[in-house]
């Protein structure tokens, strides 16, 4: 989740133009929108699939790692990452399942207001993330790694944990602050757009 999603400004000049120059093609400013809805769904949709690959691959390696445990500490461990996993796969899958394609019947206020509220869902998601996706990776991880590191040396587990601890905050700086502010910056512009075609 820490991939920015470019900034599409051809609704936005679109709109500029309209203020400047009237009046507005409608249907091309549908079609912009329409477009860009399309590559903002398709990004997420590529996000969620390499974070549903990403618990594939790591639900399986904890299971086999808890049935191995030597003893019922890293039993415990292995539960908690098997969960962490589950837990996050699954937060993500709750936040889009309820997306559908647009008709494309719909009129320009429709498909306008279908962007922003992506833009919203998408913000929200991403300014909690820290709780729902990077603290239980973060605390699973590392109480494994503490668990099962108990024939390495504690200055290496020490250091696991601190390149854990500084990659999760590097997580939520990309997330809360980057993309965030970046969407933020996209949505703006286009509510703008969307104000002033009213005041026209």
């Known amino acids: 989740?820490?991939?920015?999603?470019?900034?599409?400004?051809?609704?936005?000049?679109?709109?500029?133009?309209?203020?400047?120059?009237?009046?507005?093609?409608?249907?091309?400013?549908?079609?912009?929108l329409?477009?860009?809805?399309?590559?903002?769904?398709?990004?997420?949709?590529?996000?969620?699939?390499?974070?549903?690959?990403?618990?594939?691959?790591?639900?399986?390696?904890f299971t086999l790692m808890t049935f191995h445990a030597r003893n019922k500490q890293e039993v415990a461990a292995g539960i908690f990452a098997l969960l962490s996993m589950l837990w996050v796969t699954f937060w993500i899958w709750r936040a889009h399942r309820r997306q559908t394609p647009l008709d494309p019947s719909l009129d320009m206020e429709s498909y306008?207001?279908?962007?922003?509220?992506?833009?919203?869902q998408q913000i929200s998601l991403l300014k909690t993330a820290r709780?729902?996706?990077?603290?239980?990776?973060?605390?699973?991880?590392?109480?494994?790694?503490?668990?099962?590191?108990?024939?390495?040396?504690?200055?290496?587990?020490?250091?696991?944990?601190?390149?854990?601890?500084?990659l999760c905050v590097g997580v939520i700086w990309v997330n809360e602050v980057y993309t965030v502010g970046q969407l933020r910056r996209d949505r703006d512009a286009l509510e703008r757009g969307c104000f002033d075609s009213r005041d026209e």
Not at 1 to 6: A, D
């Open 1 to 32: 989740m820490n991939e920015p999603l470019l900034p599409d400004r051809e609704s936005q000049q679109l709109w500029q133009s309209h203020v400047l120059d009237p009046p507005m093609d409608t249907q091309a400013v549908i079609r912009s």
């Open 34 to 61: 329409a477009s860009r809805i399309e590559r903002f769904d398709r990004t997420i949709l590529w996000r969620n699939l390499r974070e549903y690959s990403a618990g594939l691959i790591l639900v399986p390696v």
């Open 112 to 120: 306008r207001a279908a962007l922003l509220a992506r833009y919203d």
């Open 131 to 166: 709780y729902w996706y990077v603290l239980p990776i973060w605390a699973s991880t590392v109480t494994f790694a503490v668990v099962r590191g108990g024939g390495f040396s504690t200055w290496l587990v020490i250091g696991f944990a601190v390149l854990m601890t500084l």
